[in-house]
């Protein structure tokens, strides 16, 4: 059944809002212990079927029911669940600022290391995490959640850039530090977003098959 266009668009607002919240948890701590409460925004995601882009890059369909190859259209659905994953993750970075906790000061010295850490690097080090995304989603789709629980802590203690968690990060950033380093950031977050779609496609490009 096709999905129309404003419910993906909401569908993705919630998921960023749920990765948000995800995150302020982890802000709390950065260490091991928020790495495993992060978790919380991806079983959430894959309990109410959200669209989050890392969740359904690597599940994306290229060919019609004619078998007839498509990229445009997919790749527009899939920047809009991103655009939303985006609005949402804004909406509580906006709240987090409220937040009488050190969040601001703890999302920039994580978006200080990816800016140290440089484009390509973290382009390719977000190869990473999207592999591990689809991988996880691929067994939750299934019942089967353990693998989500390793693999959500394991792409943040590897330092593997999640561009949805990242963009919750850098809209709790202030303002002043965005504004004077904003074409590094762009820049940055481009190359993560095709790092992460990569990965989430890297089963597939491999084994020349769905994940599942």
């Known amino acids: 059944m096709k999905i129309s266009k404003l419910v993906v668009f909401k569908s993705a607002v919630m998921a960023g809002i749920t990765i948000g919240i ?10 091991i212990i928020g790495a495993v409460l992060f978790a919380f925004g991806l079983l959430t995601v894959v309990s109410y079927k959200m669209k ?4 359904t890059a690597g599940f994306v369909e290229f060919r019609d029911d004619n078998n007839k190859l498509q990229i445009i259209k997919p790749l527009a659905e899939l920047l809009l669940v991103l655009v939303g994953n985006i609005i949402g993750c804004l909406l509580v970075g906006l ?3 409220l937040s ?5 000061q703890a999302a920039q010295n994580i978006l200080q ?3 140290n850490v440089g484009p390509l690097s973290g382009g390719l080090l977000a190869i990473g995490c ?3 995304m689809t991988t996880t989603v691929t067994f939750a789709r299934k019942g089967q959640y353990l693998p989500l629980l390793f ?3 394991l792409f943040i203690v590897c330092g593997f ?3 949805v968690a990242d963009a919750f990060y850098y809209l709790t950033v202030p303002f002043d530090f965005i504004s004077n380093n904003i074409g590094d950031v762009l820049l940055f977050y481009i190359s993560i977003v095709f790092g992460n779609f990569l990965g989430c496609n890297l089963y597939r490009i491999v084994m020349k098959s769905n994940p599942e």
């Open 22 to 31: 995800a995150g302020w948890g982890y802000l709390v701590t950065t260490n």
């Open 52 to 55: 989050l882009y890392t969740g």
């Open 95 to 97: 709240l987090a600022r």
């Open 100 to 104: 009488p906790l050190e969040l601001t």
């Open 113 to 115: 290391g990816r800016l």
């Open 130 to 132: 999207g592999f591990i």
């Open 151 to 153: 693999g959500v802590p």
């Open 161 to 163: 850039p999640h561009c």
